[in-house]
């Protein structure tokens, strides 16, 4: 335990909790208003095909990633708890829209008349804008809660998050599917899919309500002292406000915020390339025959499955970054990008094995969600300190998503050619990210002026 985390009292430790969980369930439920476009893929079968399903997330994604530039400088300005606010109960609507108009179509002579595909483009982009508000915000708010040496452990919080949002994205959003309020329930004996939509906008709802009372931006707020925390805006008057441009110059001058931006687009591209498209690819093995066993188990537990990575990568990135390598970030996600990259060329001789495959997109899940919490959950509010740290991962989760958006559209595209191509695609992005890290081996952060 470190001397930071024994000065803290108590009743400090309690009401932290209160703050981060709550605000980590309302992420992870983001995740679920996110996530939830693969499942209705499989769900609506040739209503929306894999070049559908590529268009459709990948321009959201390039939406998500475009409005960091507005978002995470506003939410710097409005606080995290106002954003998060704002961001649970827009894409609370956005879901709302989508499941109202999947339920009209549905109930059409002829469903595939509709212009499914466009009206998606447009609720699932207006879904994904608000989406953007959901990281930035937790790493405002938490950039007052955490010391530095706290914020390794605090990545394998923020990997939890992560994956209790995929799998309520994943297994749960299916067992919604496969429940008594969707199966038969629908027009003619069909199935009502668009609870897909629906559950995780009523909960958002909920959440939002709950967030209103309950959250605090500062420690200050909630009746306990402000306390230095070590980072980038240590020795700075946090009482004082940052024009836009002062804070991008800050975030953009700062070489190590760029490459680690550089870092998590490669990261995009490896997680959601595993992530999106193994139970689509699983889902079309299962219709062919073959290892049926296998790949019913493996996508009938993805979320699941993906939670269990989430949780064993966060925490051990993160406690391997504060324990092994004194906070530094770079080395910790330096080691998984090298599973990941081994993974990738790996899957390219096992696509058939069923077992073999399953198992390896599970340990290149570990590192890819256990990379994205230590550079994006917690280098960020590192290096863009308490003043810039919904700027930063603005900027860096920004990144994330346009590589997102490149694998989503260039996947959409090369899956209905060859599924050969998958891993191949993948495999580029793994050396280029690895190369990256090792510019930033040894960055830590400095007061009044970002990483060394």
């Not at 139970?279 to 062919?288: C, F, L, R, S």
């Not at 050969?420 to 495999?427: N, Q």
Request: with cysteine; net charge positive.
């Amino acid at each position: 335990m470190s001397k930071t985390e024994i000065l803290h009292s108590s009743d400090f430790r309690r009401r932290r909790f209160w703050n981060w969980f709550p605000l980590g369930l309302t992420y992870a439920l983001l995740y679920m208003g996110r996530y939830n476009l693969t499942v209705s893929k499989n769900a609506l079968g040739d209503l929306m095909s894999k070049s559908d399903f590529g268009e459709i997330f990948g321009i959201g994604a390039v939406i998500y990633a475009m409005s960091f530039l507005v978002n995470g400088p506003l939410v710097d300005r409005i606080g995290g708890k106002k954003g998060i606010l704002i961001g649970a109960l827009g894409a609370a609507l956005a879901n709302l829209g989508m499941g109202i108009y999947l339920y009209y179509i549905l109930g059409l002579p002829d469903p595939a008349s509709a212009p499914l595909k466009w009206v998606y483009i447009v609720l699932y982009a207006i879904n994904m804008y608000f989406q953007s508000y959901g990281a930035v915000s937790i790493v405002k708010v938490n950039a007052n809660w955490f010391h530095v040496r706290e914020r390794g452990s605090f990545s394998g919080i923020f990997g939890i998050m992560i994956s209790s949002g995929i799998f309520l994205a994943f297994d749960v959003s299916s067992r919604i599917l496969e429940s008594g309020l969707v199966k038969g329930q629908g027009y003619s004996g069909g199935d009502a899919i668009w609870w897909v939509f629906l559950s995780p906008a009523f909960i958002l709802m909920a959440f939002f309500l709950i967030e209103i009372f309950l959250l605090k931006d500062r420690p200050g707020q909630a009746g306990l002292k402000d306390f230095d925390t070590g980072d980038a805006s240590s020795g700075e008057d946090l009482n004082e406000k940052i024009s836009t441009v002062e804070l991008y110059k800050r975030i953009l001058l700062n070489p190590v915020i760029i490459t680690i931006a550089t870092i998590e687009f490669c990261t995009g591209v490896l997680r959601n390339g595993v992530m999106h498209w193994f139970p689509i690819y699983a889902k079309e093995m299962t219709a062919k025959g073959g290892d049926i066993l296998a790949w019913k188990m493996t996508l009938d537990n993805w979320g699941l499955l993906l939670m269990i990575a989430g949780v064993v990568g966060g925490l051990v990135a993160g406690i391997v970054s504060d324990k092994l390598f004194q906070s530094r970030r770079a080395p910790s996600a330096g080691l998984l990008y090298g599973v990941l990259i081994l993974g990738s060329v790996a899957m390219s001789f096992v696509l058939e094995s069923g077992w073999v495959l399953g198992a390896i997109v599970f340990v290149m899940s570990v590192s890819v969600i256990g990379t994205h919490g230590v550079l994006s959950g917690t280098a960020t509010m590192d290096f863009g300190g308490r003043k810039g740290a919904a700027t930063a991962v603005g900027v860096i989760d920004g990144f994330v998503y346009l590589g997102t958006g490149l694998q989503s559209l260039s996947l959409g595209y090369l899956t209905e050619q060859n599924w050969s191509y998958w891993p191949i695609f993948l495999i580029p992005f793994g050396i280029l990210g690895f190369i990256q890290l090792l510019r930033i081996w040894n960055a830590k952060p400095m007061a009044k002026g970002g990483g060394h």
